[in-house]
């Protein structure tokens, strides 16, 4: 069969957020509270596969390259701050509270396929995270003072590349490959300040699971005999 350019299956997902929290109190007693919630899901994949049983050939030229890719960080590479302040003759209590919740998967794979190339094929994930948070309070009294700062973040990401039960005929190299990046900046703090007492409390609580993964699973490399040439030119990285 003729065959056709190089051939390429890609899916990417970008999430870019601003957040800009606070509070005010003033008075003879004040309060002031800043609470952000912020929850992002996302599910990324670029594959390759059989439908309704029916074998899915390729021709490919160029090669073939199959990626995932999903990237997150603030917008206009801004800081994520969260800021309160409370300001009173007698008692003064401000509070702040930011919540950052983040389940991912990027998944890029090829299964039950057969692939005739030319060229390298390539199967690639990719995961990056940048987050850099301010959350801070300040409370002062004439009497009273207390403040309070909390930041919890929780990401969980999946990021996964491979190949299974598939015939891969080629007379460049065979890259699979799974990249994940966190790179993850808090900093938090307190101030309460009183006449007779002041009260100042500041948390932070990072959990990150991280899953990478890269394979190939029941795989025929260059079974086709048009392609046992490549020998020893070739190569398999994963």
């Given amino acids: 069969e003729e065959q056709g350019a190089m051939v390429i299956v890609r899916a990417g997902q970008d999430t870019s957020i601003s957040v800009y929290t606070g509070s005010l109190a003033a008075g003879g007693v004040a309060a002031g509270a800043a609470v952000d919630v912020t929850t992002v899901r996302n599910q990324t994949r670029a594959y390759v596969e059989n439908i309704n049983d029916k074998e899915t050939v390729i021709y490919a030229q160029g090669g073939l390259m199959i990626g995932a890719y999903n990237r997150f960080a603030p917008a206009d590479d801004q800081t994520i701050i969260i800021a309160g302040a409370s300001l009173a003759g007698s008692v003064s209590i401000a509070g702040v509270v930011s919540v950052l919740t983040m389940e991912n998967v990027i998944e890029a794979y090829l299964e039950g396929s057969k692939v005739y190339a030319d060229g390298k094929i390539k199967i690639f994930a990719s995961h990056y995270i940048e987050i850099e948070a301010l ?38 190299a065979i890259e699979i490959l799974a990249r994940t990046r966190d790179n993850v900046k808090i900093v938090v703090g307190t101030a309460g300040i009183g006449g007779t007492a002041g009260v100042a409390g500041a948390v932070s609580v990072s959990l990150i699971e991280t899953t990478t993964e890269a394979y190939i699973d029941n795989c025929l490399v260059n079974l086709d005999p048009a392609y046992k040439a490549a020998g020893s030119s070739q190569s398999v990285s994963v």
Avoid: H, I, M, Q
Wanted: hydrophobic share 45%; aromatic share 6%.
């Fill in 135 to 172: 959350a801070g309070t300040v409370s002062a009294a004439g009497f009273v003072g207390a403040g309070g700062s909390v930041v919890v973040s929780d990401l969980k990401n999946s990021t996964l590349a491979w190949a299974r039960d598939a015939e891969l005929n080629t007379t460049g």
